[in-house]
C-alpha cells in the first residue's frame, strides 16, 4: 500500500513534522523565496500527494451571498476531486472549507498558528484535523500573530493550482493571497457581486488587476485545467499502477473487494489496503453493503 509519509517525516502524537526535502514536501514551496524550513501537519498528511488543488479565499466579514457561494464552491469543487486549501478563518474561507467536507472531499488549512492552536478554535479546526488537513510552518504552541497571516498567504497561494477571491474589502488579506498567486505565476480569478457594496471593491480591484471573473465551479475547473479536463483523472495519472487500476475499475461501477480483486488479478487483502488507502484520501467513497465506488 502506498503512503505518502516517508522515514524523513517525524510524529509527535497526531502531529508530524515535514522537514524540507522529504517525499511529502509540496513542490510549489521550493520556488519560494521565504521557503519554509518545515511543515507540521494534522490530520491526512496524504493531502499533500500531487494533487489538483484550489484555493478560495476572502472576507472574514461576508455577505450571505458571498458565504452561499464559497460553501458552493467548496462543495462542487471537493466533489470534483479538488483538493480546497484556504485558511481557516471566520466567513469565507471556513465557509469554503465546510463545503469540502460536506462534500466528503479533501480540504487543507494552513494556519497562522501551530496546528496544535488552530484560530479560530471551534467544531470546524477540529474536523479539520481529522477529515482535512491543518498545516502551518509554525511549530506547535506558536499562538496566532497579526504578522503570521500575510505569511500564511505565500502558503495557501503556492500550494494551490489557482486563486478564487469571494468578496474582498479593499485592505483584505485575501489581496494579499492574489498577489502571492499572480507573482508565483498562478491564475487569480474572482466571482463578481454587486458593484455598490464594500465587499466588491477589493473584487474590483483584482479583475482591474488582471483576475479572471468566474461565474460558477464548472466555469472556473474549466478555465483552469482545460475544456473537458478530469481533475480526477489527472490526478489519477500520478497514482501507483494498483491505485490507478482500481479507479479505472469504478468509473461507472460500484462494487465490492472481492469482486474487484477478480476483475484485476489481486488477493482480496491487496484490494482493501489499496481501497482504504484511497478512501482516506477522498477518491472512492464506501457504500453500503461493503461496495465502493467513485464520489
Known sequence: ???????????????????????????????????????????????????????????????????????????????????????????????AHEGALAAGGPTIAVLGSGVDRPWPEGPLAACMGVQGLLLSEFEPGTRPRRHHFPLRNRLIAALADAVLVIEAAESSGSLITARWAADQGQDVFALPGRVDHPMALGILRVI?????????????????????????????????????????????????????????????????AELTTLELDGRVVRRPGGLYGLP
Open 208 to 272: 482591474r488587476e488582471g483576475a479572471t471573473p468566474v461565474g460558477g465551479p464548472g466555469m472556473l475547473v474549466e478555465d483552469v485545467y482545460g475544456p473537458g479536463a478530469d481533475p480526477a483523472e489527472t490526478c489519477a495519472d500520478s497514482l501507483p499502477d494498483e491505485e490507478r487500476a482500481l479507479l479505472v475499475a469504478l468509473r461507472g461501477e460500484t462494487l465490492g473487494a472481492a469482486e474487484l480483486a477478480d476483475r484485476l488479478g489481486l488477493g482480496v487483502g491487496e484490494v482493501l
Open 1 to 95: 500500500m502506498s503512503d505518502l509519509v516517508d522515514d524523513e517525516t517525524e510524529r509527535n502524537g497526531d502531529t508530524t513534522r515535514i522537514p524540507r526535502g522529504s517525499a511529502s514536501w509540496p513542490e510549489g514551496f521550493t520556488s519560494l523565496e521565504l521557503e519554509p524550513q518545515s511543515l507540521w501537519a494534522r490530520g491526512r498528511v496524504e493531502l499533500l500527494r500531487p494533487r489538483p488543488r484550489i484555493a478560495v479565499v476572502g472576507s472574514r466579514a461576508p455577505t450571505h451571498y458571498g458565504e452561499t457561494q464559497a460553501r458552493r464552491f467548496g462543495y462542487e469543487l471537493a466533489a470534483r476531486g479538488i483538493t480546497v486549501v484556504s485558511g481557516l478563518a471566520r466567513g469565507v474561507d471556513a465557509a
